[in-house]
């Protein structure tokens, strides 16, 4: 079965084919990097005109470079949400025109789904219970997942996600855009124990995160410590190498402080690391050094496809439509989509029994 997968929610244009949901035939990303750069975040009717522009040219290079034609996909997967809703139209509008000149079965795909399965071309299957972290510019979020496609969310982030975080403080700073980039390759040259920042928790005892207080954490001591934006983004005063290692430090303990305390209450076989700050190299090692403590498997994509990429959103399209299901043609972009689809709560849930991190 080959599956077309499309992906649209942000700012990359994105195509692949996968082959029986696990092996990817080509994955093709357009980059709007360079488009936003100068505003220091995504600017969402640039966005929209990119992804028209270039949603043709890379649908075409992915079939090209999987050597298949239109005829031979079997199904369509396609992102609706959540996300940009004029760049998520964009990708679903020309996933209905393909499906309905074609006579192809497509299915709307949640991203943050998506991220989930893009796990599963690198690693063994997953093994349930599981417990995923999707952790990225627009989304920190735990979930539960006692099988395969079952969602309860145990955590999400209040306010900024931690990519978001990891943006302004680079953008106020001076290092650029994308900041999670830029401080995950600069932080090994700082002392992340320089500047003492809090975890933050709260109070009414949930998994949920909050990165807005580190942020102004940041921009407090900035201030206090006369700190200017850098001249040289790729050679930082010492004072700032300091305390964006801080700063990366908080974060990953922040992150790694809840899916310790899930790991605790839900007991779950497998870890699942996903979205872009996945790649961020002192999280993969913190959550490497964890799951061997207690004793989990812990996988995590490689680099390429912890970010936007349409292989995931093709994988995660082929059980659905492999058991026939399909999207009829009056699904629309939902820019707020939620994944959880489970009320119960999980197994020993009660218990409230810690792991260190």
Request: hydrophobic fraction near 40%.
């Amino acid at each position: 079965m080959l599956i077309l997968g499309i992906e649209s929610s942000c700012d990359e244009t994105a195509a692949a084919v996968v082959e029986q949901g696990r092996v990817i035939r080509s994955n093709i990303v357009a980059s709007q990097v360079d488009t936003h750069r100068p505003y220091g975040g995504i600017v969402p009717e640039l966005a929209s005109r990119e992804h028209i522009k270039n949603i043709v040219p890379v649908v075409e290079q992915a079939l090209q470079a999987a050597g298949v034609t239109f005829s031979q996909i079997d199904g369509i997967g396609v992102t609706y949400g959540p996300g940009l809703v004029g760049s998520l139209l964009v990708g679903l509008s020309y996933a209905k025109s393909v499906a309905y000149a074609l006579g192809k079965p497509y299915v709307g795909i949640n991203h943050l789904e998506g991220h989930v399965y893009s796990v599963v071309f690198e690693n063994p299957p997953i093994a349930y219970p599981a417990l995923a972290l999707i952790v990225s510019g627009g989304h920190t979020e735990l979930y539960w997942m006692p099988a395969a496609e079952k969602y309860k969310r145990l955590g999400h982030t209040r306010d900024d996600a931690a990519g978001e975080a990891f943006d302004k403080v680079a953008k106020l700073l001076g290092l650029g855009y994308p900041g999670g980039p830029v401080i995950d390759r600069l932080s090994p040259r700082g002392n992340p124990e320089a500047v003492s920042f809090t975890i933050p928790r709260m109070t009414d005892g949930t998994l949920d995160f909050s990165f807005s207080g580190l942020k102004t954490a940041v921009r407090r001591y900035v201030e206090e410590k006369g700190i200017k934006p850098v001249v040289d983004p790729e050679h930082p005063p010492q004072d700032v190498l300091d305390l964006i290692a801080s700063f990366q430090r908080a974060v990953v303990r922040t992150l790694l402080d809840r899916v310790a305390s899930a790991v605790a209450t839900t007991k779950p076989q497998t870890l699942v690391l996903a979205g872009g700050v996945a790649c961020n190299r002192q999280l993969r090692r913190e959550a490497r050094a964890f799951a061997e403590r207690v004793g989990i498997p812990l996988y995590y994509p490689s680099p390429p496809l912890t970010t936007d990429n349409a292989a995931m959103i093709a994988a995660a399209a082929y059980p659905k439509l492999r058991r026939g299901e399909h999207s009829d043609f009056a699904l629309t972009a939902v820019a707020g989509l939620k994944l959880h689809n489970l009320d119960l709560e999980p197994a020993s849930s009660r218990r409230k029994v810690r792991y260190r991190i």
